[in-house]
């Protein structure tokens, strides 16, 4: 998904003047934040690689094969038999899969939208998902979402989860904004798409699970989608491994008082919510990390709250903007300034919802996301 950029300067004005009442280095920090902020992570991060930076690995004896096989049935005139026809749609749409991903020839999305119309020309009616998710990201022109209902509509009558889910990214694109209490919007097509087995939504699923810190029902997509996703599998281990870590680190604290070695712990802890490293941003998770490790004596958790609470919601709820603006906030001298450099490990999507079609001979070829 592509990051879309809403957030502008005078809301940071606005923050500046009400923080000035709670902590001035809260103004301080807020003079040396960008004006803009995306209000997604972007995709780069979580979701659809640059294709055009995705690498190529020398093809096996059968791949090479495969790929001029394909090449040649792919190119059959038009007036060839109805099964001949057939057979070069399938090898047009294979074709098409991999242009789009950059596994066996150079990744170029306008060659893949190419073949995905010869397909569809030919009558392979599953070329519809690679035409609707072209016109939802841009092959070679810009994303039209309108233009991607229409090949919705027909991908709905052969494969209604992934059309269920290709909605939900088109009525993403348009609102990015999630809904309350850090659901996403426009779930329903998520659930929907999931409950028939589609890997896209169950991965959707457990990210957003993971992110408000329900940990198992997380587990339970990323391991109902492992099945047909390697990426869900490795999300699936990030989060046992995060478990193990979690549980070891709670197992410690009982069998020990409580000292200023504790504090740090905590405040990394909530470090690694507030900026999603290991697992999706929690913010709710993080706030409550930094009292712990305020109430124990933490300088930087409680600078961190002063700038947290330095700007809040009218209803007084945190402010999801602005504790994204914060995630990268080094506040561990006396006057917090913004750090731009901070790596984040982030739980993954697959490269596009169409990945999970390619042939297995041709996704050993393709770089791992992010």
């Not at 009442?21 to 659809?48: C, H, I, R, W």
């Not at 995705?54 to 090449?71: T, V």
């Not at 392979?124 to 609707?132: C, F, K, N, R, T």
């Not at 939504?201 to 699970?209: H, P, R, T, Y």
Request: charged share 20%.
């Amino acid at each position: 998904m592509k990051t879309r950029l809403y957030f502008l300067s005078a809301l940071l004005v606005a923050a500046t003047s009400q923080a000035q009442s709670t902590d001035k280095n809260a103004q301080l920090l807020s003079q040396s934040l960008p004006d803009v902020a995306p209000l997604l992570e972007p995709k780069q991060e979580t979701g659809t690689p640059d294709l055009q930076t995705r690498y190529l690995k020398p093809l096996s004896a059968a791949q090479a094969k495969e790929l001029e096989q394909l090449q040649i049935m792919a190119t059959q005139t038009t007036h060839a038999s109805a099964h001949e026809d057939a057979v070069a749609a399938r090898a047009a749409w294979i074709l098409g899969l991999l242009y789009l991903h950059g596994t066996g020839v150079r990744a170029d999305a306008a060659q893949a939208r190419h073949w995905f119309e010869i397909s569809y020309d030919k009558g392979d009616a599953m070329a519809s998902a690679g035409l609707a998710w072209c016109e939802l990201q841009g092959c070679g022109h810009f994303p039209d979402p309108s233009q991607a209902k229409k090949w919705i509509r027909v991908l709905e009558k052969i494969d209604a989860p992934r059309a269920q889910y290709l909605t939900w990214v088109s009525k993403l694109q348009l609102s990015p904004i999630n809904g309350k209490n850090g659901m996403l919007s426009n779930r329903h097509l998520l659930v929907s798409a999931a409950n028939s087995g589609n890997v896209h939504a169950l991965i959707e699923l457990g990210i957003e699970s993971a992110s408000l810190n329900r940990t198992d029902k997380a587990l339970t997509y990323f391991d109902r989608a492992a099945v047909h996703s390697q990426i869900a599998t490795d999300n699936a281990k990030l989060i046992r491994d995060r478990q193990t870590q979690q549980r070891a680190a709670e197992q410690a604290k009982k069998s020990k008082p409580a000292t200023p070695a504790d504090a740090r712990t905590l405040f990394k802890q909530a470090q690694k919510y507030h900026r999603g490293e290991g697992i999706p941003a929690n913010y709710n998770e993080a706030v409550r990390l930094y009292k712990m490790a305020e109430r124990l004596g933490s300088l930087e958790a409680k600078r961190m709250l002063n700038l947290i609470f330095a700007r809040t919601q009218p209803d007084g709820q945190i402010d999801m903007l602005w504790m994204r603006q914060l995630a990268n906030a080094d506040v561990t001298g006396k006057t917090p300034h913004f750090n731009s450099q901070s790596a984040v490990q982030l739980l993954h999507r697959e490269p596009t919802p169409l990945y999970d079609l390619l042939p297995k001979l041709w996704k050993t070829t393709t770089a791992p996301p992010g």
